[in-house]
């Protein structure tokens, strides 16, 4: 199973099961494959080694999830040991989404996890005992949930892009006054475009006058800087303007 971060909640649950008494408090009884043996115990890592290992047999499995959702969905009180054995048995469906998820959106992989939990428990308490597969439903929800959540999560992200690009300087305090500009640098200012969608005002900003300053504005302007633009940036003036119109490419998130 991929390994997780130590405060994730995924972490947690392995932990916790990781103890040898957390296996002997809490066991599940499926019926036998043979009609005329005894119901067979399984402990919370017999039960996952039955349901992931190579040529696992359908119909074990499927006992195995009916007798874990039953009994975590009639289960008293929240986050009790059943439901943590639901969560457990269903990890190395969920740990592949979160990874994907934390790649392709930048979003926190605990957050993720809880917010994975979070579903299976309220999903857990609304859902229909009688519908198979219910695995598979429960997972499906989990997984949705957390995809809207990370692309949610985009519009809040703070982006220090522009100011990270053209100026590696120190911080400055608010307190403080501002300190003075670099000799010979360029002021851009991107102008707001027509339409209802995009910029609300104006962007102006400085860029240092030296090479990285020189390589943020090629940047970004796709590298096409006009040649006026560079000359006037050589000169001794103390700053020059660089106008450059923002079209409206894709949608507004």
Known sequence: MTAVGSSSVFAVVARHFANPRAQEDVQLTVPSADANGQPLPLTPDGALEALY?????PELTAAIWQEAILAAATEAGSMGSHQLLLIWLMVPRL????YHICQRLRADRADVEAEMVLTLLA?????DLSAPPLAEGLI?????????????GLKETACAFLENLGDNSR???YDEPEPPGPQGGMEVEISRPDGPDGLRTPLRFTLPANHLGKEA???LTGGAVPRDSRRRARTSRATSVVTMPVHRIGRTL
Not at 53 to 57: D, H, K, Q, V
Not at 123 to 127: C, K
Not at 140 to 152: D, G, I, L, V, Y
Request: proline content about 6%; overall charge positive.
């Open 140 to 152: 499906k929800a989990a997984r949705s949930s957390a995809w809207r959540f990370a692309r949610a």
């Open 123 to 127: 999903e857990l308490r609304t859902a």
């Open 53 to 57: 290992r190579p040529g696992a047999e």
């Open 171 to 173: 911080l400055t305090p």
């Open 217 to 219: 504005l090629l940047r």
């Open 95 to 98: 740990t592949r989404t979160a």
